[in-house]
């Protein structure tokens, strides 16, 4: 591959990484706080895949840059992280040093978060499968399997919020239109995607996934009885409100500077430990 094509794929590669990253930390929060205790496991475990499946990438990547995927991963300065802004937010309440509770917490946030971002990797990775770099499409393969089971899990809790009576209901739908900005956000570009898709190696470009997400998502939000956020016209989509952009870009929220120091801490304690 020539370098600008080189160069391109890694930093595509790294956009991906530091999405499943960012989200398994966040959701990894939840373990031993979780409403049930089947799901302190279950949350964990898919808190785990993730960052099994961000390695994985991020080993990707380190072969195409000349680099450490130890480093990669959290290494980096904050402005070099590349994820969707909407998954550096916390969802699990916050206690003080006295283990008072000061706020926060929504399990129904967490759970539409974790399934929306499920439905938009399950679109990304079925187009990886068909990218001519070897590697890439041969990890996603192994990684997709993993993703079915994560996908019925979603499913399961989204199905049992909306269907149930008081406030479970009211914070999944809460938690839709709060989120939404910020998953319209998962489908802004990295930088060289269009190179990428000339160049074969990129089956489709990350914006180009957005209508079929909208569309499965329209489909479980009907299924369910939700409002869904956006309506559908002759043309494409009426999208209400705009993107929550700048993540694929480096540029984040104030919740990403707390989360980097907690994430980063044992790293920079001991820089030569093996992640």
């Given at each position: ?16 990484a ?17 409403p049930?205790?089947e ?11 993730e960052?099994?499946h ?11 840059l ?14 070099d992280?590349?994820h ?5 937010t916390?969802?699990t309440?916050k ?7 000061r ?7 967490a759970?539409a ?12 990775t079925?187009?990886l499968?068909?990218s001519?770099?070897?590697?890439l499409?041969?990890?996603v393969?192994?990684i ?30 809460g938690?839709?239109v709060?989120?939404w900005?910020g998953?319209?956000g ?28 909208l ?11 939700l ?13 209400a409100?705009?993107p929550?952009v ?10 990403w ?17 093996v992640?």
């Open positions: 591959m020539r370098a600008e094509v080189t160069s391109a794929l890694g930093r595509y590669l790294l956009t991906i530091d999405d499943e990253l960012i989200l398994g930390y966040r959701d990894s929060e939840w373990t031993g706080i979780a049930l205790v799901e302190d496991v279950a949350f964990s475990s898919l808190a785990q895949d960052i099994g961000a390695r994985l990438y991020y080993t990707l990547a380190a072969d195409l000349a680099a450490d995927a130890d480093e990669l991963a959290l290494g980096r300065e904050p402005d992280y590349y969707a802004t909407v998954l550096e916390r969802t309440p206690y003080d040093e006295s283990g008072a509770h706020g926060g917490g929504d399990w129904a946030h759970v978060r974790r399934f929306l971002y499920d439905v938009f990797d399950d679109l990304r079925e187009a499968l068909r001519s770099y070897a590697p499409a041969g990890a393969q192994k997709r399997r993993e993703e079915q089971y994560h996908l019925r899990h979603g499913v399961a809790w989204w199905r049992a919020l909306a269907s149930a009576d008081g406030e479970a209901r009211v914070r999944l739908e938690a839709l709060a989120l900005p998953l319209l998962l489908f802004e570009d990295a930088p060289g995607e269009d190179l990428l898709v000339a160049e074969g190696l990129l089956p489709r470009r990350t914006a180009d996934l957005r209508d079929a997400w569309e499965r998502v329209q489909g479980h939000c009907d299924a369910a009885g409002p869904f956020p956006s309506e559908r016209t002759g043309a494409g989509w009426s999208i409100v705009p929550e700048g993540g694929r870009q480096g540029r984040h929220g104030p919740a500077t707390e989360l980097y120091d907690d994430m980063t801490m044992v790293r920079r304690l001991e820089p030569e430990a992640w």
